[in-house]
């Protein structure tokens, strides 16, 4: 009765053993999977074939794990082990980028674990004759152009710029390096109609000689750099234009001083910047001492565009400040205290809400001993 009460005991508690022996060799994580069994892991009535395969993912995943290298001794005269190439990308990080390892010296407290780079291939000298074969990022142009106000009732015939331009094209485009686009540049007795090919020899066919089919006229050769040399020495920049000026009135102003063969503008923040191109330089030297042109009876900044940017900022380097002003007054309501103190410049801002003008002016002066002996008051 004893003995069948602890065959009953030993058999509640000890799991059965499957009929088949297990498989021969020593399976690595069996002991830990027979007494502490993992949750995850296959219920004990599975084969023995099934618990290899279990209990050898362990032995997998050991063998993926990088170790790092063991340290070395720095008294040891021995050179360093070779670098392993095949080793995988996913290298200990030391604290230190790509670049600093590369460019920086040895660090000797490293210990050995850093991997040595060995320097790079000593760049090639270029081949003499490399830039010779290199292609051109900017193809050259050669310029052409023709005055068209030199034949007498050339605009006759061709009522539009457009076809005169057609009519030209038609005629260079039996070369084979023509643009293929003609323009027109300037306005009136100034206008000019210009060209370029991309072979010298086709563009001094081209000119050589007029052209009976445009009604006689002759292609000289055009350089457009001088053009825009001599454009700048003709070009006047305005600033602290008000918003509601117009193009018309600023023609109309600047016309007094000489002819007006172009004007542009652009917006820059609360105020507008033209720029006014004469037909002559002459008429840019009574600018060398006007600082101010009085439009709509605002005051409106001036300096030839050939000035450096040193007699630019002279311009703006002496300025006292006036305040107390009526409500609503223009620069033209200061033009005889201007006068009086010998002011170069009177410029009253414009409020950024409600762009009206604000209670004060600045004024400005060609020395700082000017701005220091008079004394402003309204």
Known sequence: MTNRQNNKASGTSAPKRPAQSPPSGNVQGQGSFASTPDPTSQ??????????????????????????????????????????????????????????????????????????????????????????????????RF???????TIEGFWTHFKTNREACDATDREFSSFSSYGSKATTQGSGDNKIIVVYFHSKPDMEKAIAAPISFLHDLQFHEHDPSAKKVDEQLRTLVI????????????????????????CRTRLSKLYCTAYIVFDSAAAMEQFENTWAV?????????????????????????????????????AADLSEIAEEVSAKS???????????????????????????CRNLGV
């Open 294 to 330: 009085l439009c709509t009876g605002h005051c409106l900044r001036v300096c030839p565009a050939s000035h450096s940017s040193k007699q630019c900022a002279i311009r703006r380097a002496h300025v006292a400040f006036l305040a107390g002003l009526p409500q609503g007054s223009v």
């Open 239 to 262: 600033t602290d234009i008000p918003l509601f000026v117009t193009d018309a009135q600023l023609r109309g102003t600047f016309s007094r001083y000489g002819i007006v063969t172009h």
């Open 143 to 149: 310029y052409a152009a023709a005055a068209p106000s």
């Open 43 to 140: 219920p004990s009535t599975d084969n023995s074939a099934k618990r290899t395969r279990v209990s050898s993912e362990p032995v997998m995943d050991q063998d993926n794990i990088l170790t790092p290298p063991a340290p070395q001794d720095n008294a040891s005269t021995s050179p360093p082990p070779p670098v392993d190439t095949n080793a995988s990308p996913l290298a200990p990080d030391f604290g230190t980028s790509l670049d600093d390892s590369q460019h920086s010296p040895s660090n000797s407290a490293d210990k050995g674990k850093s991997v040595e780079i060995l320097p790079s291939e000593p760049e090639r000298a270029a081949f003499p004759d490399a830039s010779t074969a290199a292609i051109q990022s900017s193809p050259l």
């Open 346 to 372: 009177v410029n009253i801002p414009f409020s950024y809400n409600s762009y009206n003008p604000k209670p004060y002016a600045y004024v400005h002066f060609f020395s700082a001993a000017k701005v220091a």
